[in-house]
């Protein structure tokens, strides 16, 4: 697979990028590399290392189109994962949160869901999946300009 050198999406054998109209090398890259020359599935990986935070930094520094996707389906999932948290803490109280209650149970259910997505999606994208969660991603993929 072969990105455009100025904006990163994808052209194959093109000459000029569909995307930007920047002309190409006789050969263009068989992936862009990031500015930390890191391997297309590993900024994936990264992406998802420290949740959003990760996931905005890779969508700020990145511009290959399968680490930006990564990057904001990361904002996106466990952005949203901390804000419900958040909400949900607040709502019960502080001393709802270690009770064994409901609300407690729901509390750490979503804490559940969010290491089991972590790994999940850790893994899709070092094998290069384009691993896509439900609503988050059509989110996603609107943040990362697809």
């Known amino acids: ?35 930390a020359g890191l391997d297309e599935n590993v900024a994936g990986l990264l992406s998802y290392l420290l949740g959003w935070v990760t996931g905005l930094i890779f969508l700020l520094i990145d511009k290959r189109p399968f680490v930006k996707f990564h990057a904001a389906q990361s904002i996106v999932v466990f952005g949203g ?34 290491l089991v997505l972590w790994i999940l999606l850790m893994v899709k994208a070092y094998q290069h999946e384009m691993f896509k969660v439900p609503i988050a991603a059509d989110i996603a993929q609107n943040i990362a300009g697809k």
């Not at 930007?20 to 590399?33: D, I, L, T, V």
């Not at 948290?85 to 709802?96: N, S, T």
């Open 1 to 35: 697979m072969a990105f455009c050198s100025a904006c990163g999406q994808e052209i194959g054998d093109a000459v000029f990028c569909s995307k930007c109209g920047a002309r190409q090398g006789s050969s263009a890259p068989a992936a862009a590399p990031s500015s």
């Open 81 to 114: 994962l901390t804000a419900l948290r958040i909400a949900l803490g607040i709502f019960v109280g502080f001393g709802g949160i270690f009770s064994f209650g409901l609300w407690g149970m729901l509390f750490w259910l979503i804490g559940i869901l969010g």
